[in-house]
Each structure stands twice: as C-alpha cells, then as structure tokens.
C-alpha cells in the first residue's frame, strides 16, 4: 500500500524558509513522477511543483518559480520542497502526489498525503 507522509510545515515570517519532506512507501517510485500542490481557504487545489523520479527533471509554477526548488533523494525515497522568500500568499496546506503519469493537474496523480500546513505571516 502507497504511503506518503509530508512533514516540514509551519509558521515562518514572511521573507523566511521552510523544508517540506515527503517520505513515500509501499512500492517502487522510480517510473514515476511526484508532485507537491496546495490548497488555501476556499480556493482549489493548486500545482506547485512537480519531479521525475527517473530523470530528476522539474516543472513549477509561475508564482513559486525561482523561490523554491523540488528535489529528490532516491536512496530515502524522499521528496523534498524547499521553499525560500515566502510569502504570505503562500499560506496553505500542502500536499504530496505521486503518480504513473506526468502533469500539473491534481487527476494525474493517484496517491495523495494528508497534507501538512504552511502559514507565512507578513
């Protein structure tokens, strides 16, 4: 059974940083893609950044491109998202996916965790 568990959020300053983890289990994660999204109050669920496992090539999203970077440790089977200059726009619970194919869509991905929270304070 697919296992993700997000850990590395919290409460930061605006301008600040912060590390999330995603620990993944329960199967063979090298043919596939990873992806962190989030979600604020009241809005959907959005891309943030997104991995090959394989290839270790990225994609992000426009608002986080240049702040913070996705990375992978293939001997943990960890997914890291460091993000840097936060902002208080980037307040949010964030979670992990993971997934056989490649996008930016939360459909593309099969397996989710349970999230962890961000909140930036101004």
């Known amino acids: 059974q697919v296992q993700l568990v997000e850990s590395g959020g919290g409460l930061v300053q605006a301008g600040g940083s912060l590390r999330l983890s995603c620990a993944a289990s329960?199967?063979?994660?090298?043919?596939?893609?990873m992806g962190w999204f989030r979600q604020a109050p009241g809005k959907e669920r959005e891309f943030v950044a997104t991995?090959?496992?394989?290839?270790?090539?990225?994609i992000y999203a426009n608002s986080v491109k240049g702040r913070f970077t996705i990375s992978r440790d293939n001997a943990k089977n960890t997914v890291y998202l460091q993000m840097n200059a936060l902002k208080p726009e980037d307040t949010a619970v964030y979670y992990c996916?993971?997934?056989?194919?490649?996008?930016?869509?939360?459909?593309?991905?099969?397996?989710w965790g349970q999230g962890t929270q961000v909140t930036v304070s101004s």
């Open positions: 996916a993971a997934g056989g194919r490649w996008g930016i869509t939360p459909g593309v991905y099969d397996y």
């Open positions: 329960g199967r063979s994660f090298g043919s596939y893609f």
């Open positions: 991995i090959s496992w394989s290839s270790g090539a990225t």
